[in-house]
């Protein structure tokens, strides 16, 4: 059973003084505009692939294959969404704090995405992120020690960091929305997990992961209307889920094919 650590707790503290930080609307402006140039270095190509990571239909979509791999990790992503969800819009419209296109010059800074505004503080995007990080990240600890695990878990990790550094780079968060989106989002991973081990009896059901596959087909056909033909990111999650489906529609011509066999 996962059990919340110090370094979870460390986490709502941080969570905490950025909401502080953010109370006072003391706008870290030197800080973004460092981050943001320092990020202008690579192609905007990047940032904007990271970026759509961010978004929790293609994340999970991304993730379809897991399915009969590690359905832990998806169920745990599923049931994340509700407290991320609830942080995201709670704080959101409690600030409905400017963002950096509200705030300075687009001449100031690089601005690759649209520019937004108002509610910027969370950054949801971080927290869909932060919320995958941690499901893997503590699903992961009750196993044994090795590169696997390592390697896995510091992948995790690192490609929130880099999810949350893209919507700095895209001009459209402040550091501390991020800052605030990955203690969200990681409080969020953690009751997605802790969920998930209470009721296993219900996400272990033979229905669940029927219900799972066919939510990801529909979120697949939804980024299929939503989004343009060029989006790379997208059309890779709706493959994966593509690749999900037919995995499960062989499983099942397979299992037919040998229940019909004389003497089966």
Same mark, same amino acid.
């Given at each position: 059973m996962t059990k919340i650590r110090r370094t979870d707790l460390a986490l709502v503290l941080i969570m905490v003084l950025t909401l502080g930080v953010q &109370?006072?609307?003391?706008?870290? &402006?030197?800080?973004?505009?460092?981050l943001n140039s320092m990020c202008a270095e690579l192609p905007d190509a990047v940032w904007q692939n990271l970026t759509q990571l961010g978004d929790t239909l293609v994340l999970l979509c991304c993730m379809a294959p897991l399915l009969w791999l590690r359905p832990a990790w998806i169920y745990g992503l599923i049931a994340a969404?509700?407290?991320?969800?609830?942080?995201?819009?709670?704080?959101?419209?409690?600030?409905?704090?400017?963002?950096?296109?509200?705030?300075?010059?687009?001449?100031?800074?690089?601005?690759?995405?649209?520019?937004?505004?108002g509610s910027s503080f969370p950054s949801g995007?971080?927290?869909?992120?932060?919320?995958?990080?941690?499901?893997?990240?503590?699903?992961?600890?009750?196993?044994?020690?090795? &590169?696997?695990?390592?390697?896995?878990?510091?992948?995790a990790l690192l490609?929130?960091?880099?999810?949350g550094l893209s919507r700095i780079a895209m001009g459209v968060h402040w550091p501390q929305d991020v800052l605030a989106g990955a203690c969200m989002g990681w409080l969020a991973g953690l009751s997605g997990v802790m969920l998930v081990e209470k009721y296993q009896a219900f996400w272990q059901a033979g229905f669940t992961k029927w219900a799972a596959l066919f939510l990801l087909v529909i979120s697949a056909c939804?980024?299929?209307?939503?989004?343009?033909?060029?989006?790379?990111?997208?059309? &890779?999650?709706?493959?994966?889920?593509?690749?999900?489906?037919?995995?499960?529609?062989?499983?099942?011509?397979?299992?037919?094919?040998?229940?019909?066999?004389?003497?089966?």
């Open positions: &109370a006072t609307m003391k706008v870290p &402006a030197n800080l973004f505009l460092f969404i509700p407290l991320g969800s609830f942080l995201s819009l709670f704080f959101k419209n409690a600030f409905n704090a400017p963002r950096p296109g509200d705030v300075l010059s687009l001449s100031d800074f690089h601005a690759i995405a649209p520019v937004l505004s995007h971080t927290i869909t992120a932060f919320a995958f990080s941690a499901v893997i990240w503590m699903s992961l600890r009750q196993e044994e020690p090795g &590169a696997f695990k390592r390697c896995v878990q510091t992948g490609l929130a960091a880099g999810i939804y980024l299929a209307v939503r989004s343009p033909p060029t989006e790379v990111v997208v059309n &890779a999650a709706m493959a994966s889920v593509l690749v999900a489906a037919l995995f499960q529609a062989a499983r099942l011509l397979v299992n037919r094919r040998h229940l019909k066999r004389p003497g089966v």
